[in-house]
């Protein structure tokens, strides 16, 4: 199993809403990340979990929290958020250190309204 | 100025033709890697470089650490190979994004 399920794909939310993304991945990667992508640019680091603690967190407001229960799993949690949060949320593991490969989910499309 | 520079940001090719992306990066790095991303987000690791060159298929990719560029290259481009190249830099845990290149090939 090489892939990274994330759920849900699509995702409307209004600004009261609380809602959680999920990612999942059994390849025995200890490092996942979550980037955020807006249309026609470039991925961007939000968080960066290795061993199951958080290592990297790129000045992220704090409508945006994330948690790691265990090494297969990665959520990101929603609450309040702004109209300028609509993006694709992508989620990746690799092996801990310097990895020759991340493996990337197909996202979450994210509509706040 | 973005520590991760490429070039072109858009290229059309007719199916056939070589074709090559350039990136340049201004930071130091453990690794380098090459990213496809084709329409609807999924996102494919090619490459992992730390020095040399790698090839794969129809692809290779190059580095120059010294230089601090790397290249990637198609040969004998196909329409399927049109999707979004994206070179990334890895330093501590931190992967830095290029802003990518489009490539669409004609049949």
């Known amino acids: 199993d090489t892939e990274v399920t994330q759920t849900p794909k699509h995702l409307v939310m209004g600004m009261t809403n609380k809602k959680s993304l999920k990612c999942e991945q059994h390849?025995?990667?200890?490092?996942m990340y979550w980037y955020k992508q807006k249309a026609k640019k470039p991925p961007e680091l939000m968080f960066v979990?290795?061993?199951?603690?958080?290592?990297i967190n790129e000045s992220v407001p704090s409508r945006f929290s994330p948690e790691c229960p265990n090494s297969s799993l990665l959520n990101l949690h929603l609450h309040a958020l702004q109209p300028e949060d609509s993006a694709l949320y992508l989620c990746?593991?690799?092996?801990?250190?310097?990895?020759?490969?991340?493996?990337f989910g197909s996202g979450t499309q994210l509509s706040v309204l | 100025k973005n520590e991760v520079e490429q070039s072109p940001q858009n290229l059309t090719a007719q199916e056939g033709e070589f074709i090559t992306i350039n990136c340049s990066y201004s930071?130091?790095?453990?690794?380098l890697h090459w990213l496809q991303q084709h329409p609807g987000g999924g996102i494919v690791s090619l490459f992992m470089?730390?020095?040399g060159k790698k090839k794969h298929g129809r692809l290779i990719a190059t580095i120059n650490i010294q230089e601090k560029h790397s290249s990637l290259h198609i040969t004998a481009s196909h329409p399927r190979d049109s999707a979004v190249y994206i070179c990334?830099?890895?330093?501590?845990?931190?992967?830095?994004f290029g802003a990518g290149t489009r490539l669409t090939v004609k049949p």
């Open positions: 990746a593991s690799s092996q801990a250190g310097t990895p020759e490969k991340l493996f």
């Open positions: 390849m025995g990667h200890r490092a």
């Open positions: 979990y290795s061993y199951e603690k958080l290592s």
């Open positions: 930071v130091g790095i453990s690794a």
């Open positions: 470089l730390s020095s």
């Open positions: 990334a830099v890895w330093e501590n845990n931190d992967m830095r």
